[in-house]
């Protein structure tokens, strides 16, 4: 366990990304390579980890990893890691045995998205869509964040010539209502675990729960059984679907307004996960900048934040491969195996 990837790694460099339903690889032949993607796994479909490592390598061709840097949906504590949207566990000693590693290295699954912010920044600019106005970024904290499966949140922090990545667990904190029309629709959202929290709205799941809630306050059916058709059914014109994703769309900006308080996010906020790029038009419509600025009485600090969406498909693989080049770079809380 430590807080910095220290000496270099060997390469070709596995990455992958294990969130709570799809498992993304690479191979990163060199420190100078764009990594090159694999296939991807569900994670319902398939075991454990080291089967989706078997059939993302089964049709590579290059030389095989060495190394292994790999992002999991969860806290990263000990070698073993448990998924918290997922049934699999990630035992680092196994996967790295199966697979004759030098080194594996698990990492918070949004570590990555974070250190993603250098190479998009510098090779990746059309990834990066304003929300908001066109207001600068100055030196300090970013915070990137992420509703999809789960809903994950980290920050980028200078430290001198490094970058410290915060992992955090921001979106099991305690969330509720604030506007005045809120209350009626809050009470009808499905708790979970006896809670409402920010990952209980602000997540696939937590979008469908909005939906229902929307659905039930207006005293009408709800159509949508899954948060892609509540998606598309927002887009096409649906009105309890738009309604519900206006709302996520207000409350996702609230909530990346909180956390630029909290780590005090002069260099922006960058919103990433599954769901997001696929409602960018929504979020461009909606009142999430707003949502984000209306932090009385700091509002004019807030005001001076930037906004992003990420739109890059794979911003996780992006920052793993960062890592792989650059490890001194980066520091972080992980766990790397050696054999």
């Not at 929300?131 to 430290?159: H, K, N």
């Not at 159509?223 to 738009?242: I, L, N, T």
């Amino acid at each position: 366990m430590g807080q910095r990837a220290g000496d270099p790694y060997t390469f070709p460099v596995l990455v992958g990304d294990i969130g709570g339903t799809n498992a993304r690889f690479a191979v990163v032949v060199s420190a100078e390579a764009e990594p090159e993607l694999l296939p991807k796994s569900r994670t319902n479909e398939l075991p454990g980890p080291i089967e989706a490592v078997a059939h993302a390598l089964a049709g590579w061709s290059g030389p095989r990893p060495r190394s292994a840097l790999i992002g999991v949906a969860t806290q990263v504590d000990g070698p073993v890691a448990h998924l918290t949207n997922a049934r699999w566990s990630l035992d680092a000693a196994a996967l790295g045995a199966a697979f004759h590693l030098q080194r594996l290295t698990l990492v918070n699954d949004f570590v990555p998205v974070a250190t993603a912010l250098v190479p998009l920044h510098e090779r990746h600019p059309e990834a990066l869509v304003r929300l908001g106005p066109d207001v600068p970024a100055r030196r300090g904290a970013s915070v990137v964040l992420g509703p999809g499966t789960g809903l994950g949140a980290a920050a980028l922090i200078p430290v001198g010539e490094c970058l410290l990545v915060q992992s955090t667990e921001a979106g099991h904190i305690d969330f509720g209502p604030c506007e005045v029309d809120e209350p009626p629709l809050f009470a009808e959202v499905d708790r979970v675990c006896e809670r409402h929290t920010a990952e209980a709205v602000l997540s696939g799941p937590g979008l469908l729960r909005l939906y229902r809630a929307h659905a039930r306050h207006r005293g009408v059916s709800s159509a949508c059984s899954e948060p892609k058709h509540v998606v598309d059914a927002g887009v096409a014109g649906d009105e309890v679907a738009g309604a519900a994703l206006m709302h996520f769309a207000r409350l996702l900006g609230r909530f990346a307004g909180d956390l630029a308080l909290v780590f005090g996010a002069v260099g922006g906020v960058y919103v990433a996960g599954g769901i997001a790029p696929r409602i960018a038009s929504v979020l461009l419509a909606s009142d999430f900048r707003q949502a984000f600025e209306r932090k009385a009485p700091l509002d004019r600090f807030v005001r001076a934040v930037p906004t992003w969406l990420i739109a890059h498909p794979d911003p996780a693989i992006e920052g793993l491969a960062a890592i792989a080049a650059a490890p001194d770079r980066f520091l972080f809380q992980s766990y790397t195996w050696r054999p």
